[in-house]
C-alpha cells in the first residue's frame, strides 16, 4: 500500500547507528583475518567455507559503507590492510579456522538478533534480517562441516525424563551445601557452550600471545589466556561431576610461528570486543542456572571478564587505537561559556 511505503528520509536512531557502526568495524576486522586464514588453507572444503565467510564480510562491509555514505556519516575507521600481513606464516591448521567461525559467529549473531526488534527503518531492519539469516546459514554450513570432518564433539546425552514434574523442595537451589541435585539440562547447555567458546578463545590467545611485538599487548593476552584456563576447568569440572563429557581444548592448532600476521591493536581490539560478547554468554549461562554454586562461578567469571575489558580498552587509549563509538550530544559541554 502507498500508505506503508519505506520513507529512507528517515533519520537514522542511535541504535541504528550503534548497531551499524559495531558490526561495520566487526566485519572489517573479520575482512583481515580471514584473508589471511585464505592464504593458509590446504583442505578444499574448508577452504570452500572460508571463502564463504570473507564474502559476507566484504558485502556486510560494504553495505553499511552505502548506507553511510547516503547518511552523509563519517565512515569508521576500523581495520584494512595495514593491519594484516598476508605473507606471514601459517599460524593456526584448517581445523581452527572452523572453531574459530563457529565462535566469531555466534557472537555475530547475538549482535543482529539484538539488533532487529530494535531498528525501525525497514532498510536497515531489512539488512540486519539479511545479516542474521546469512550467519545462521555459515553456521549451518560450519557445523555440517565439523561434523562431516569429525571435528564436531556434540553436547552431552542425558536421560529421557520419565514425566514432566514440579520441583518441591528449597534444596533445588543447593549448591555448596546439603542435598546437590544434579545439572539440569539448560545449566549443562551453557556450561559447555562456555567451554566450547572459552577452548577456541584460549587457542586465539595463544596464537596471538606468540606473535605480539607489544609488550603490553602481550601481557595482556598472556593473562587472558590464564584466565580461560581457569573458567575452561571451573566449568568442565562441573561436567565431570556428573560424569559428562567436556569439549577438549584446541591448543595443539596453533602453529610455533612468531611472526605477526596481525598488528598489535587488531589483536587487542579482537579480544577485548570477543572478551565483551562472553560477557554476555556468562550472563546467559547465569540467568538460566538454578544452583547457587554454579551462580557464585559466573559472577566470579563476569568481574574476571568486566575487569580485564576494562584495562584492554585502557591500553587501547594509552596507545591512541580505541575509535570511539557515536555519542550523544554532551549539553553540559555546549553551555559552557
Known amino acids: 500500500m502507498k500508505g506503508k511505503t519505506q520513507?529512507?528520509?528517515?533519520?537514522?536512531?542511535?541504535?541504528?547507528?550503534?548497531?551499524?557502526?559495531?558490526t561495520y568495524t566487526g566485519n572489517t576486522l573479520f575482512t583481515c583475518v580471514l584473508s589471511y586464514y585464505l592464504k593458509h588453507v590446504e583442505d578444499k572444503d574448508i577452504k570452500r567455507v572460508v571463502e564463504n565467510a570473507l564474502k559476507l564480510s566484504r558485502k556486510i562491509v560494504e553495505d553499511i559503507k552505502a548506507i553511510f555514505i547516503k547518511e552523509n556519516f563519517p565512515i569508521p575507521i576500523g581495520f584494512s590492510k595495514e593491519d594484516v600481513n598476508l605473507g606471514a606464516p601459517r599460524l593456526f591448521s584448517d581445523e581452527f579456522y572452523l572453531h574459530y567461525l563457529k565462535y566469531t559467529g555466534k557472537a555475530g549473531m547475538s549482535?543482529?538478533?539484538?539488533a532487529i526488534p530494535l531498528v525501525i527503518r525497514k532498510d536497515i531492519r531489512d539488512f540486519f534480517i539479511f545479516t542474521l539469516n546469512s550467519a545462521v546459514k555459515l553456521l549451518t554450513d560450519v557445523n555440517d562441516l565439523l561434523k562431516e570432518k569429525g571435528f564436531l564433539t556434540k553436547p552431552p546425552f542425558i536421560p529421557v525424563p520419565p514425566k514432566a514434574d514440579f520441583v518441591k523442595k528449597q534444596s533445588y537451589l543447593n549448591g555448596f551445601f546439603g542435598n546437590v541435585r544434579s545439572l539440569h539440562a539448560l545449566e549443562i547447555t551453557h556450561l559447555y557452550d562456555d567451554i566450547e567458546n572459552d577452548v577456541t578463545s584460549k587457542a586465539l590467545l595463544i596464537g596471538f600471545s606468540q606473535v605480539s611485538k607489544n609488550e603490553d599487548v602481550r601481557k595482556f593476552l598472556l593473562r587472558g589466556k590464564e584466565m580461560i584456563k581457569k573458567h575452561i576447568e571451573a566449568c568442565s569440572q562441573h561436567l565431570h561431576n556428573e560424569n559428562l563429557p567436556s569439549p577438549p581444548l584446541l591448543d595443539d592448532l596453533v602453529s610455533t610461528s612468531t611472526f605477526s600476521p596481525f598488528s598489535d591493536k587488531l589483536m587487542l581490539w579482537h579480544k577485548i570486543d570477543m572478551f565483551s560478547m562472553k560477557i554476555r554468554s556468562y550472563a546467559n549461562g547465569a540467568s538460566l542456572n538454578g544452583r547457587r554454586d554454579i551462580g557464585a562461578m559466573y559472577a566470579m567469571f563476569l568481574k574476571d571478564v568486566g575487569l580485564y575489558v576494562e584495562d584492554g580498552a585502557n591500553i587501547m587509549i594509552d596507545h591512541g587505537w580505541m575509535e570511539q563509538p557515536p555519542k550523544a550530544v554532551d549539553r553540559k559541554d555546549l553551555a559552557k561559556d
Open 111 to 114: 549482535i543482529y538478533t539484538i
Open 7 to 22: 520513507n529512507t528520509n528517515e533519520k537514522l536512531t542511535s541504535a541504528e547507528i550503534g548497531k551499524l557502526w559495531a
